[in-house]
């Protein structure tokens, strides 16, 4: 039987929340049950040989349950390989530096998967016989809206670009009224709405609710990937989509983006290519502005239909497929 494993139990982290949605989308469509993970804190001898860095591989056996399990990075992988068997992790952040771990991990796995397709050639490359598969991240659909009316202008949550914000700032300087919704680089600090060249701290984000009521709420999102600007690294060449640009998408956001040639097959693969704009210059920048802002939102047949292969209900059935 499939089961998915979730951490909703002891973690309500907001980043946690998002990946909680594509359990229960693909939970509710395909009849699928959660298993309720404990804490961590409740193996002290897996989280001593975690510490110490003493690996061990994921069992499996053929003839218990199958976990689908969305990781948010590889550390509670090196715990659950002590104590619960069959998990088939979706990693969702791997450096490249972790991949020897990665393969060592899931080595005894018929399948796993990771979201950049960059990752998963260095691990094939290093190990032809890795079991790994790639798979984009995703966003449910509940949010996808027909009808829906935007009042604020221009949105960046999370790492921030520096040029995107620049060019952000500078749109803002030069037209009226026009607002830029953006997170202090202390993600314990409040969000800033700037306009007419004046900073309003309108609080902390403390909800998924509160989240998506701002992407709903807004006409352009700002959207990067960690290897442009090197905002984040996760190694040489090791690029990807997260899950803010398709939960934009779903919220009919209009994106402008600063991406590398490295994610051009995902955006390919996504259809993204064809919903976002990558800018280079403010030049850019200011007339894509310009445009967006005099309508209210993305297109609602452009965004169902990118929501027919990029929604957590569809992956679901790649994942479902694969294992079954």
Known sequence: MIKILTERKYNQGISRQTVYEWEDDISEKYNIPLLFMD?????????????????????????????????????LLRILA?????VIPILLDVTLDEIDEVYRITKNLPIFWVTAISLKEALVKKYPDCKVCYIPQMASDRYLQETIEKQSSIIQFGRRNPVLHDFAKKYV?????????????????????????????????????????????SKICLCSTPLTEHTRDFGD????????WYESIMCRCHILARTSNVVKPELEITGLINLIDNVNTYEEFSSLCDSYLSNNALSYN???????????????????????
């Open 39 to 75: 804490s961590y804190k409740a193996h002290p001898f897996a989280r001593l040989l975690r510490k110490i860095r003493f690996p061990k591989a994921i069992s499996w056996n053929q003839n218990k349950d199958i976990l689908l399990f969305f990781a948010m990075n590889i550390d």
């Open 82 to 86: 002590w104590y619960t068997p069959n």
């Open 173 to 217: 300087d030069n037209h009226h009224g026009i607002s830029y919704i953006f997170r202090t680089n202390d993600s314990s600090k409040c969000m800033i709405k700037y306009s007419n060249s004046i900073q309003t701290e309108i609080g902390i984000l403390q909800t998924r609710e509160e989240f998506i009521n701002y992407l709903l709420n």
């Open 237 to 244: 060449n090791i690029d990807f989509l997260t899950a803010r």
């Open 302 to 324: 452009a965004a169902f239909t990118f929501a027919q292969t990029n929604s957590a209900v569809y992956r679901g059935g790649v994942y479902i497929d694969a294992i079954a």
